[in-house]
């Protein structure tokens, strides 16, 4: 059996958040502050806790740029798979 003593989550929505665990997993509230200008929830789910922070991601991820210029080249030899 593993057991997970506490994970971090990041939230755009924390009252949304606080309620999917709720509903789903009947997490207790255990501690609910606002530290450094963010709202952080300390939840409670069996022995393990889940501290939920109001602090949506500061940008989205991008995939690196594919121009020609970037793309590997491998001209004098090919692979193939067999």
């Not at 999917?20 to 509230?29: G, K, L, T």
């Not at 200008?37 to 889940?50: E, N, Q, S, Y």
Request: proline share 5%; glycine share 4%; with cysteine.
């Amino acid at each position: 059996m593993i057991n997970l003593h506490h994970t971090h989550l990041m939230a755009s929505d924390i009252d949304a958040t606080i309620t999917f665990w709720r509903d789903a997993f009947d997490a207790e509230v255990i501690y609910d502050t606002d530290f450094a200008g963010a709202r952080i929830v300390f939840l409670r789910i069996g022995t393990g806790r889940i501290h939920v922070y109001d602090q949506p991601p500061k940008a989205s991820a991008k995939a690196p740029s594919t121009t020609s210029a970037s793309k590997p080249t491998n001209s004098s030899s090919s692979f193939n798979a067999c």
